[in-house]
């Protein structure tokens, strides 16, 4: 089991910058695939992307294609997630996820393992 806690939300500009890391303790980081996912108000909970047990592997939503930055670093069991050109729509509570498999999911059914989650807020 692995235990995930984010760090690095609040409140931005449109067009700023963000940092969102999640580290995780409990069994070997690198046994997990490692997702970000977001909930706005009202919404249902949406892919943001996802890196393999590797790094090597990444996949992005289009809504974040360009703009944001998944990496992790399985010497410190830790994910990230650099945002920038933030939007007012990027607005949402920030999860990271893990799943214990080798192919990288895109649902958030497809993830076990959920931190507490990190609010994100970008003014207009």
């Known amino acids: 089991q692995v235990q995930l806690v984010e760090s690095g939300g609040g409140l931005v500009q449109a067009g700023g910058s963000l940092r969102l890391s999640c580290a995780a303790s409990?069994?070997?980081?690198?046994?997990?695939?490692m997702g970000w996912f977001r909930q706005a108000p009202g919404k249902e909970r949406e892919f943001v992307a996802a890196?393999?047990?590797?790094?090597?592997?990444?996949y992005y939503a289009d809504s974040v294609k360009g703009r944001f930055t998944i990496s992790r670093d399985n010497a410190k069991n830790t994910e990230y997630l650099q945002m920038n050109s933030l939007q007012p729509e990027d607005t949402a509570v920030y999860y990271c996820?893990?799943?214990?498999?080798?192919?990288?999911?895109?649902?958030?059914?497809?993830?076990?393992?959920w931190g507490q989650g990190t609010q994100v807020t970008v003014s207009s």
């Open positions: 996820a893990a799943r214990a498999a080798w192919t990288i999911g895109l649902g958030p059914q497809e993830y076990a393992y």
């Open positions: 409990g069994r070997t980081f690198s046994s997990y695939v």
């Open positions: 890196t393999s047990r590797a790094g090597d592997n990444i």
